[in-house]
């Protein structure tokens, strides 16, 4: 992941340099750099469409990295997290979660928060510790229950509990 991430920076940088000749003259290279051949083009033969152009890719730039990038992972049959496309997805084990009390604190505790819970919610409702709330919500996860993602606010771990 780390190589990839070098790779997106370096592919920026070089796109921001090939937007910043387009200043002197050759506009639309950083366009035909990402792919867009045929506005890249256009740009090459109005001068950035007349510099304005130019200057409004300065922030478009992110997109069309990204986007180029995105084409040439489904090219190479590669989803965006890096799983090939072409393999089935199939789980190989299935995790039943014990019947345990904890369980079923956790999931009155998300119930009373609308669906949704932080570890450190779990550890209050329920007294146990961060560890063992962890534990759980995360064998939870396995079999199936309930899908983890970011607060988009505080960026916390919250567990989904789709059912509830």
Known sequence: MNLENNQHKDRLLVSYILCAVGFFGLGG????????????????????LFYIGQTVDLLLIPSM????????RLKAG???FGVPLNQAVVASQV???????????????????GGILTVTQGVKFTGASFAEVEATLNEMY?????KIDN????GA???HFHEL
Not at 142 to 146: D, F, L, R
Request: net charge neutral; aromatic share 10%; with cysteine.
């Open 78 to 80: 590669v989803s965006p």
């Open 151 to 154: 607060d988009p606010n505080t």
């Open 29 to 48: 290279l950083h366009r035909l750099y990402n792919g867009k051949i045929g506005t890249g083009l256009l740009w090459l033969c109005t001068f950035g």
């Open 142 to 146: 396995k079999s199936g229950y309930v």
């Open 95 to 113: 995790h039943l979660p014990t019947g345990n009390q904890l369980m079923i604190k956790l999931i009155e505790a998300a119930e009373s928060k």
């Open 157 to 159: 771990v919250v567990y």
């Open 65 to 72: 990295v990204d986007e180029y990038e995105h084409k040439l």
